[in-house]
């Protein structure tokens, strides 16, 4: 099967492009990310990114091929977009920045999902056990840190919320995790009219029984 082998090894070459642009990449992110929490895993995801890229090249080698590859441009105009994000944060509150690095990130990590989930399809169809195994410990790791991302993500769009709706204020959806009043409202009325409408049955017979 030497045309999956070379779709394969053209996959394995456009992620390793491509993790080596997050990794020059990241370094930005943790500078311009606010909470700590969210610089505390752009941190941890270099490393774990340095460390997907040797896994790459090992992934490679023992298919015996090269670790050229052209540039990814589909990670190129992603890492473009987040240092957009980073720019126009400047004047952002630092909340409304921070969810901004959330979602140029997550863009980022399903980019990463699709492509070592296709990989390592490829891989376990031709037979290729180890390289499937290498890309399966890195697609856990991307996996886990969209997972963070969306974690940490949520207590800050509640912070944010809330610090807009400080002035007294009420949002129409309501406050997190607050059921809205117009929901309140048309169940009352609902249940209204089917109490209406159950006392107003029987007297419609009776009449037509007279």
């Known amino acids: 099967m030497p045309e999956l082998k070379d779709l394969l090894v053209e996959q394995l070459q456009d992620l390793l492009n491509a993790e080596n642009q997050i990794v ?20 941890k995801h270099l490393t774990q990114t340095e460390n997907q890229v040797k896994r790459l090249e090992l992934s490679l080698k023992t298919l015996g091929e090269s670790t050229d590859s052209r540039p ?3 990670m190129k105009g992603l890492l473009e977009e987040g240092q957009e994000t980073i720019a126009d944060g400047e004047d952002l509150d630092d909340l409304t920045a921070d969810l901004a690095l959330i979602a140029a990130a997550q863009k980022v990590e399903h980019y990463e999902i699709s492509g070592y989930g296709t990989a390592r399809c490829l891989a376990n169809q031709i037979g290729e056990g180890e390289v499937a195994i290498l890309l399966t410990h890195t697609l856990g790791e991307e996996e886990a840190s969209d997972f963070l991302l969306t974690a940490t993500a949520q207590p800050l769009l509640q912070q944010a919320v809330s610090t807009e709706m400080g002035n007294g ?15 309140h409202k048309s169940a ?18 009776k009449k037509a029984k007279a």
Do not use: R
């Open 24 to 43: 020059g990449a990241l370094p930005k992110m943790v500078e311009a990310a606010h909470n700590a929490k969210l610089k505390e895993i752009f941190g």
């Open 169 to 183: 204020t009420k949002a129409p959806w309501g406050e997190p995790g607050e059921i809205p009043t117009n929901l």
């Open 188 to 205: 009352k009325d609902s249940a209204a009219d089917a109490t209406s409408h159950g006392k107003e049955t029987p007297a419609k017979f």
């Open 72 to 74: 990814c441009k589909g």
